[in-house]
């Protein structure tokens, strides 16, 4: 299967793919469409996937009205008329002439179409290319995956591209380089994975951008055992993963923590716990980012709560309860804590509520918190 995802992966591939896909879609050979793909993109070396895909352009919902406009187009570009509408008239037409028409009329659809196609194709591969380096990174990162399963695999491709928090982590000096970052709560390790990937390119003299976060030392926390399994899989050589509960677990000392949506999964009293035991084991300089959605953001903040509790369902843990804070909230809990934050939003591109806290031990335990910025 990633074989076959994968094939034809040149940008021009790539947009012949989809605008192959989409005509072959407008031909009214239904139940033939994904052989004429399969035979096509065998012969010109396109991503057999791709075009079959896009040839769902005629699906159940579509189909009828497509079927009609091709039909009236062949109709128009034959005879300059129009067909009525009515049994009668398709009767009297014959066959043969509805037949033409339908014909004629899904090649000049098709190929408007497929150009139409095309064109947003290319439109969204040229946003990219400006954006080449993170996007290597990024199927780099996810490629890991790919011997797993076609569900892990997917699910680090879009987790990675599409999740303003990966991005946040490796450029814009959010994360200062150090010995040792702890990732708790890793999940199946995209975080790592991408920063693994960072460290290869710093270490081989290729990585293009501004200071990378680059650590000797990757480790990640996950309790759940199937999860730590994936990214233990994913990441061996390169990282220590630990299945083990953060808050009993003996926690390494770090130069850097990060906590992406992990607290609201814990009552309050094991939150302020967990952050006090990870302060204490920070080196000192060392810093701890964390992830949380800000409770006081509206409809913004319900769409995380009820996203969480349908992927709690999901997952079978129906009785997972949720302890949120507003960012207010949070600024305060850290400051009764000795710890300084600054906080910066962190939903850009999503319906989420998420902010993004970036905390220091406090030199003067007396002093107010950073503020936000």
């Known amino acids: 299967m990633y074989g076959l995802w994968t094939e034809g992966g040149t940008p021009r591939q790539e947009i012949a793919a ?9 031909l009214p050979f239904y139940g033939f469409h994904l052989l004429i793909c399969w035979a096509v993109g065998w012969l010109l070396g396109l ?26 187009t062949g109709s128009w570009l034959r005879s300059g008329a129009f067909h009525e509408a009515t049994i009668e008239h398709i009767r009297s037409a014959g066959i043969a002439v509805i037949t033409a028409d339908l014909l004629l009329g899904s090649v000049a659809i098709g190929g408007l179409l497929a150009a139409l196609a095309a064109w947003g194709t290319h439109m969204t ?5 400006r ?17 797993m399963s076609i569900t892990a695999w997917e699910f ?63 480790v990640g926390i996950e309790t759940r055992p199937r999860v730590a399994a994936i990214a233990a899989a994913a990441l ?11 808050r009993q677990a003996e926690l390494p000392q770090a130069h850097c923590v990060l906590l992406f949506d992990v607290l609201h999964l814990m009552p309050a009293r094991d939150q302020e716990t967990l952050l006090s035991a990870l302060a204490a084991r920070l080196e000192p300089g060392g ?9 006081a953001a509206g409809w913004r903040f319900q769409a995380v709560r009820a996203g969480n509790r349908v992927k709690a369902l999901a997952v079978g843990e129906w009785r997972q309860q949720f302890h949120f804070r507003s960012a207010a909230e949070w600024l305060a809990c850290l400051d009764g804590l000795g710890l300084a934050a600054d906080v910066r939003p962190m939903g850009d591109g999503t319906p989420f509520a998420n902010v993004l806290f970036r905390v220091t031990r406090r030199a003067d335990p007396r002093g107010t918190h950073a503020g936000t910025a």
């Open 131 to 147: 954006d080449a380096h993170f996007v290597e990174l990024v199927r780099r990162a996810a490629d890991r995956y790919a011997g």
């Open 236 to 246: 061996e050589g390169e990282a220590e993963i630990v299945s083990a509960d953060a």
């Open 47 to 72: 991503n057999r996937v791709k075009m079959y895909l896009a040839a769902n352009i005629s699906n159940p919902f579509v189909a009828p009205w497509l079927l009609f406009a091709e039909l009236q």
């Open 18 to 26: 989809i605008a192959a896909g989409v005509f072959i879609g407008c």
């Open 156 to 218: 680090a491709r879009g987790k990675l591209r599409n999740d303003p928090v990966y991005r946040a982590a490796i450029e814009g000096g959010l994360l200062e380089s150090g010995r040792t970052l702890v990732d708790v709560g890793c999940g199946q390790g995209l975080t790592l994975a991408l920063l693994a990937e960072v460290r290869r390119q710093v270490r081989a003299g290729a990585w293009s951008g501004a200071d990378a976060p680059c650590f000797d030392r990757l």
């Open 125 to 129: 591969l040229r946003s990219s290319e």
């Open 287 to 295: 810093l701890i980012v964390i992830r949380e959605a800000d409770a």
